[in-house]
């Protein structure tokens, strides 16, 4: 059973930026399809970026392409994203998720328990 923690959740002020990891255990994350999912209260959970098993494949929701990015480091198992100029609606509950299949159009087989993020001046 593949593990996720995800760290670095906080409160930050419009246009601050924040780094989210999420470390895997105990198999390496280049077997999985990896991805950054949000919920918002009230709203449903949405895909925020994805990154498909070949690394061949990235996804960013239209909501934040240009402003954040998903990267992997596999010396550390770990899954990152960078969260630039962040907007009052970014505010949520951040999870990291995987899935066995190659797409990320796959469902996901593995999430973490969330980090919050709160956007708010």
């Known amino acids: 059973q593949l593990q996720l923690v995800e760290s670095g959740g906080g409160l930050v002020q419009p246009g601050g930026s924040l780094r989210l990891s999420c470390l895997a255990s105990?198999?390496?994350?280049?077997?999985?399809?990896i991805a950054w999912f949000r919920q918002a209260p009230g709203k449903e959970r949405e895909r925020v970026s994805c990154?498909?098993?070949?690394?061949?494949?990235?996804y960013y929701a239209d909501s934040v392409k240009g402003r954040f990015t998903m990267s992997m480091d596999s010396t550390k198992n770990t899954m990152y994203l960078q969260m630039n100029s962040l907007k009052l609606e970014d505010s949520a509950l951040y999870y990291c998720?995987?899935?066995?299949?190659?797409?990320?159009?796959?469902?996901?087989?593995?999430w973490g328990r969330g980090t919050q993020v709160t956007v708010s001046s």
């Open positions: 990154i498909s098993k070949s690394g061949s494949s990235t």
């Open positions: 998720a995987a899935s066995r299949g190659a797409l990320c159009a796959n469902p996901v087989d593995y």
């Open positions: 105990p198999f390496t994350l280049n077997y999985y399809t």
